[in-house]
């Protein structure tokens, strides 16, 4: 089945508005180019996608290197908040944004959630809708 | 030990990596990803963070290669890898001249962050589509023959050739160096 993309940014949409705390999230390729993203205004997906990707990248190459195993998950931490990556499927990765009062542990459940439904609509697993 | 940084940059395909990956000592630390934009259509695999490579380089100095992507959409890391640099290398592929414009960019940027060192190297140049050397320059701007950087054919492939275009942008640094340190003696005497 195709890939639905605007049932993907719809997803994002809907997820960056009702989890508490985040400010915005993408999907990306892993050599840096967007496959879908809610981010918030001013921030070019473009240069956010490949930020994302040579991030991903080199915290992948610290995992093999250093023996710390496949990478499940590289979390930034700011004055003004979270970004975090988690891999999602072999073609994409998953970033989100959130703001310095985000709990992590509800931050992180979230993110499961939301992505075990995008790797259901990017592997083409969702169901079809039947009119 | 003095260590030496050098960063290698140029457009998409002109053998940043390969040109690490033939000089290091170590094996060379690569962040490569599988390309799904036009780049594709040039090769399976490109760079998405930066290259690294080591190399002893006399008794005391050790150089530490820098590649850099060759898309745009990672110039950040551009301007990261560059700011700590002590001369960069500009790749440029001889018989792609659709690649020009984007070299002549990534040169303005790299020209406009650092007052460093630097060479031209002219890769694939034994290609029959090559163009040659003095047309490039003119396409990356160099319109008059004066205060050009030196510029060397470079195979990316052969450690003969990517060491001797390492020994000329040593060469490069050391003039400048000695250059600046002239200049210091001039002020200090006046």
Known sequence: MAINVTKLEMTLQQFVANASNVQGAALVSPDGLTLASSLPGGMDEERVAAMSAAMLSLGERIGRELNRGDIARILVEGEQGYGILTSCTEEAVFLILADHNAKLGVINLEIKNVIGELRKQLLGLAQPVGL | ?190
Not at chain 2, 135 to 163: C, D, K
């Open chain 2, 1 to 190: 030990m003095e260590i030496m940084r050098i960063v290698v940059t140029g457009p998409v395909g002109a053998g940043k990596s390969s040109f690490i990956r033939t000089i290091s000592e170590i094996e060379a630390v690569d962040t490569d990803r599988k390309a799904t934009d036009e780049t594709a259509a040039l090769k399976t695999k490109t760079t998405v963070a930066m290259d690294f490579g080591r190399l002893q380089f006399g008794q005391n100095v050790a150089l530490h290669l820098y590649g850099t992507p060759g898309q745009e959409r990672f110039d950040f890391m551009w301007d990261i890898l560059i700011r700590k640099a002590h001369a960069f290398v500009l790749l440029v592929s001889s018989h792609r001249p659709q690649d020009f414009r984007s070299a002549r960019r990534i040169l303005a940027f790299m020209r406009h962050r650092a007052k460093i060192p630097m060479l031209i190297g002219l890769s694939h140049a034994d290609n029959p589509a090559a163009w040659p050397m003095e047309e490039i320059m003119l396409a990356l701007g160099y319109l008059s023959p004066h205060n050009r950087p030196p510029t060397v054919p470079v195979n990316a492939l052969e450690t003969t050739s990517v060491a001797n275009a390492l020994a000329a942008l040593i060469e490069a640094y050391a003039r400048d160096q000695m250059a600046e340190l002239n200049r210091l003696n001039k002020d200090a005497l006046i």
